[in-house]
T-cell receptor, first 112, second 114 residues
Framework: GESVGLHLPTLSVQEGDNSIINCAYS??????FIWYKQESGKGPQFIID?????DKRQGQRVTVLLNKTVKHLSLQIAATQPGDSAVYFCAEGGGGADGLTFGKGTHLIIQP | DAGVIQSPRHEVTEMGQEVTLRCKPI?????LFWYRQTMMRGLELLIY????????DSGMPEDRFSAKMPNASFSTLKIQPSEPRDSAVYFC????????????FGAGTRLSVL
């Protein structure tokens, strides 16, 4: 079946460095792709999304890249801060479906 | 707005007991989703409603699970009878139809079935 998955379960980076979290997807019919952040004991929180007709979108300190050729999605976080420590999920939606399909998540750890 | 409100935050029960999880979506949102999160399977969509009507319940694992949305401000997810494998964190999320990519999640209910 089609699914959204992540390459790495844990990513450790130094404070101040840039972080890159990757995601592979397989449903080419999805209309949009989203990144969510989940802190311990909380529900997922929307970070940024990108439509399938785009290849890059920037937010505040975050950038999402979409490569439809290899079905790859990435989240770049600039100047990583301690508050960025969390589990990051990619998700896909649209293509006729109202719900989201989430990947397993990547745990981002910030080293002081 | 206080966001999506779920209750209880934690629930511990014994196998065979009935469990009811509650959710109050954000006012004005017309979509409501129930998800289950486990370490093994991640976040899974169980069921969702549009304008209080169940649209897709294909993610509900068994007949032991049921969900209702009697009005626009309240939904329940019931498990009867509960089993240890139902132990998970259950999330409710809501959104507006024009922005279904941005779902607002509650803090979740951590269910432990002994």
């Amino acid at each position: 079946g089609e699914s959204v998955g992540l390459h790495l379960p844990t990513l450790s980076v130094q404070e101040g460095d840039n972080s890159i979290i990757n995601c592979a997807y397989s449903n080419s019919a999805s209309d949009y792709f989203i990144w969510y952040k989940q802190e311990s004991g909380k529900g997922p929180q929307f970070i940024i999304d990108i439509r399938s007709n785009m290849d890059k979108r920037q937010g505040q300190r975050v950038t999402v890249l979409l490569n439809k050729t290899v079905k790859h999605l990435s989240l770049q976080i600039a100047a990583t801060q301690p508050g960025d420590s969390a589990v990051y999920f990619c998700a896909e939606g649209g293509g006729g479906a109202d719900g989201l399909t989430f990947g397993k998540g990547t745990h981002l750890i910030i080293q002081p | 707005d206080a966001g999506v409100i779920q209750s209880p935050r934690h629930e511990v029960t014994e196998m065979g007991q009935e469990v009811t999880l509650r959710c109050k979506p954000i006012s004005g949102h017309d979509y409501l989703f129930w998800y289950r999160q486990t370490m093994m399977r991640g976040l899974e969509l169980l069921i969702y409603f549009n304008n209080n009507v169940p649209i897709d319940d294909s993610g509900m694992p068994e007949d032991r699970f049921s969900a209702k949305m009697p009005n626009a401000s309240f939904s329940t997810l019931k498990i009867q009878p509960s089993e240890p494998r139902d132990s998970a964190v259950y999330f409710c999320a809501s959104t507006q139809g024009l922005a279904k990519n941005i779902q607002y999640f509650g803090a979740g209910t951590r269910l432990s079935v002994l």
